[in-house]
Structures are given as structure tokens and as C-alpha cells.
């Protein structure tokens, strides 16, 4: 039988809850009541055919609380005039909130929204878009106020977030909730106020004017005796992104490998200088000058998402080499092949003919499905001879 059962009205009322719509009429004033229920019953063949049926489907639907139900009159051969539901009714949003158990929700709701008004009545747009995001959130509520109100008086503060000084607030709260923060500032923050080349949750303190944890760049010198370096500074250091600007060791060549261990283990070159790259994000770099006066050298595996950090890089540094991510090398270490779990599959305009051929070759699956060879992989003797061959 496909008749609408209880459980199924209830569930209409369910889906206006899960929407959020009933949430944000409180806000917005808008009203879904009286409300008709989708309703599919007997057919008149039914009715006469399974009549003990019909009578129990009634029963049930006329016991349903906090609906309305308007019958409509059927006729039967045998047991004369009848009523069966025509229409089922949710005729107030407070019997909709107490047929789904959802009055004391609403009470939470309607607390946040009344403090919302008091406080910062620019968010009752937001309000009315998340009314579940907000009903989630609605503990931390008065907490999330006073730090939206905050740095509304203090615009681009330059201060870090553990300087910030709530009542009942610290750095930790504010970074766990940087996503509904970051909804609201963006609404609530003059123009001027926002740097919007800065986005998501790591990058909120800079879109906001707050002090960010600096970047540390890992690097190794090749070559103690061509650096302008003072002291003993040729093992594993990390430097703030500040201090490697202003650095200048002195060197002639710089390399840039996405491997630990290769990191650790290059091999002394001369004039030389090695970092520990971090995959897609060069920015760091690019804020070093004395880098456009080196030979520069990237190290990445041999699959088209090492070709994908070739060309970021590429946009920072246009004169940079790629190193051992060429054929001879690939086929060179064909035993020690892998797959790449998810290839990139979008065209890298920076890549130089044979890096594109190559590149093609990979992403096209011409020589094996998700092909990709591990830097790590390549014999070191190898390494050797590739950086003996370098002028």
C-alpha cells in the first residue's frame, strides 16, 4: 500500500526543520502556517475492497496529534456513507515544533536571536541563512559576539590572537571557531580593513590584521667556505621568513627538494645552498630578492603533481631548472616505480618542452596508470653524477 502513513507527515515537517526554514522565520517574520501536508490515500477501488484497511489507515492519521485532519465523505455498497481524510493541516509553527520535540530548541534559538538583535543586529542576515550553524553554535554564542564586537573597535589590530583580551575567551577558542568568525567580519569590517588575498582558516590572522606565527624556512648550506655567513652555519637551520629575505648568504646555486631525507643527505656542492621545500606555497620565497641572482634548481618526484609544484614555483621564479625529473632518469629506475594516488590533470603553461612532453605522458597514463617515481628512489650515485654534470 502506498497510502501516507505517520511517519511520512511527520517527516514533511522533518524536512522544513533540516532546511533550517523554520528556524529562520523567527528572523525573518516569514510564515509557512497553516501549512497543508502531502496526502496520497485509497483509491475508491480500495476503499471498497480492503474497507478494514481503510478503517485502521484513518484511525491512525486521526490520532496523529498537533495536525489537522478534514475528512471527506466516501460511500460504500455494503457499509454505507463513510469519512476518510482529505486533508492533513500543520496549522501553527508550535504545533510543528511540537510534533517534531523541537520547543526547546527553538527556546535556545530564540535567545541567541534576541542577543544578536541587542548586539550586533548586522548578523541577523547571517542568522536567517544558518539557523542550524547558529543553533550548533549557540553555547559559544555570547562568547563569538564579544570577539566579532572587539574587532570591530580594533580594526587590523597587530596584535596576536593570544593578546586578544575577552572575558571567558582565549587564542584557542578563537582559532576553533575562525570559520563562522571570518563569515561575520567579512560582513561587519570596513572594506579597508580586510586583506582579501588571504583566505580560509590558516589564513585568517593576516585577513584580519592580527600577528600570524611567522613561516620558518629549512636550509642546509653546501658550502661553508663560499658563504658569507659568520660561524659555524652550515648545518640543518630554520630561519622566519623575515630573516631568510635579508639573508644573502652569498651563494651561487640553490636547490629546493620536497624530501626530508634528501634534504639532509645532499651532497656538498659548491657555491651551493639547499631548502627544504613545503610543497604547493612559495610564497615565503618569493620574498627573498637575492634569490632572482641565483641558479636555482627544483627536486621534486617524478609524477604530475611534482610537475603541478615545477610550475607554481615557476611563477615566482621563472628562471628556475627542474633537477632529475627528466625521462632518462624515470626509465632509469623503472623497478622502483609507484603509483600517485590522485593525479593533477590540469595544463602547466610554465612547463618547458620536454617537462610538458613528459608531463603529458603521466597525466595521459601513456606508460603506466598514476605513474610516479619517489625522489627518494633514485640511486644516489645517480644524484652524484647529476649535480657533477651541472655548469
Known amino acids: 500500500m502506498s497510502w501516507t502513513r505517520p511517519l511520512e507527515l511527520r517527516a514533511q515537517v522533518q524536512k522544513l526543520w533540516d532546511s533550517g526554514e523554520l528556524l ?59 469519512a476518510v481524510p482529505g486533508e492533513i493541516w500543520i496549522d501553527t509553527l508550535d504545533d510543528a515544533l511540537a510534533l517534531l520535540g523541537k520547543r526547546r530548541d527553538v527556546g535556545r534559538f530564540s535567545a541567541l536571536l534576541e542577543l544578536t538583535r541587542q548586539q550586533q543586529p548586522q548578523l541577523l542576515d547571517w542568522l536567517a541563512r544558518r539557523p542550524l550553524r547558529a543553533l550548533e553554535l549557540s553555547e559559544q554564542w555570547r562568547r563569538l559576539l564579544a570577539i566579532v564586537a572587539w574587532t ?41 580593513a580586510i586583506d582579501r588575498s588571504a583566505s580560509g582558516v590558516s589564513g585568517f590572522a593576516r585577513r584580519y590584521g592580527f600577528r600570524d606565527k611567522p613561516a620558518r624556512i629549512r636550509l642546509r648550506i653546501l658550502d661553508p667556505l663560499h658563504s658569507r655567513l659568520a660561524g659555524d652555519f652550515g648545518g640543518d637551520v630554520s630561519v622566519d621568513a623575515d630573516s631568510f629575505a635579508c639573508l644573502d648568504p652569498g651563494v651561487g646555486r640553490v636547490f629546493i627538494t620536497e ?46 603533481h611534482g610537475f603541478a609544484i615545477l610550475d607554481q614555483l615557476r611563477a615566482h621564479f621563472a628562471h628556475v631548472d627542474s633537477f632529475l625529473m627528466d625521462r632518462a632518469t624515470l626509465f632509469a629506475f623503472e623497478t622502483q616505480w609507484g603509483e600517485e594516488d590522485r593525479q593533477t590533470l590540469r595544463d602547466l603553461p610554465r612547463l618547458k618542452p620536454a617537462e610538458r612532453a613528459l608531463y603529458d605522458d603521466l597525466r595521459d597514463n601513456r606508460l603506466r596508470r598514476n605513474l610516479r617515481l619517489e625522489q627518494e628512489r633514485i640511486g644516489f650515485g645517480w644524484v652524484e653524477s647529476a649535480l657533477a654534470a651541472l655548469r
Not at 47 to 52: C, H, K, L, S, T
Not at 68 to 79: D, G, L, P
Open 259 to 304: 624530501n626530508e631525507i634528501n634534504f639532509l643527505a645532499f651532497p656538498a656542492v659548491a657555491d651551493g645552498l639547499i631548502v627544504f621545500g613545503a610543497g604547493y606555497g612559495f610564497e615565503t620565497l618569493a620574498q627573498a630578492p637575492w634569490l632572482l641572482r641565483c641558479r636555482m634548481h627544483y627536486w621534486g618526484d617524478i609524477d604530475t
Open 24 to 82: 529562520a522565520s523567527l528572523v525573518t517574520g516569514e510564515s509557512f502556517f497553516p501549512r497543508r501536508l502531502r496526502l496520497k490515500g485509497p483509491t475508491s477501488t480500495e476503499m471498497a475492497e480492503r474497507f478494514d484497511a481503510v478503517r485502521a489507515w484513518v484511525a491512525d492519521l486521526r490520532a496523529m496529534p498537533h495536525c489537522r485532519v478534514e475528512m471527506r465523505e466516501f460511500r460504500h455498497r455494503v457499509f454505507g456513507a463513510n
Open 152 to 192: 570591530v573597535a580594533h580594526p587590523r589590530p597587530g596584535v596576536y590572537l593570544r593578546q586578544v583580551d575577552i572575558p571567558g575567551v582565549h587564542s584557542k577558542f578563537i582559532e576553533a571557531h575562525r570559520g563562522v568568525l571570518g563569515e561575520w567580519l567579512d560582513g561587519l569590517l570596513p572594506p579597508a
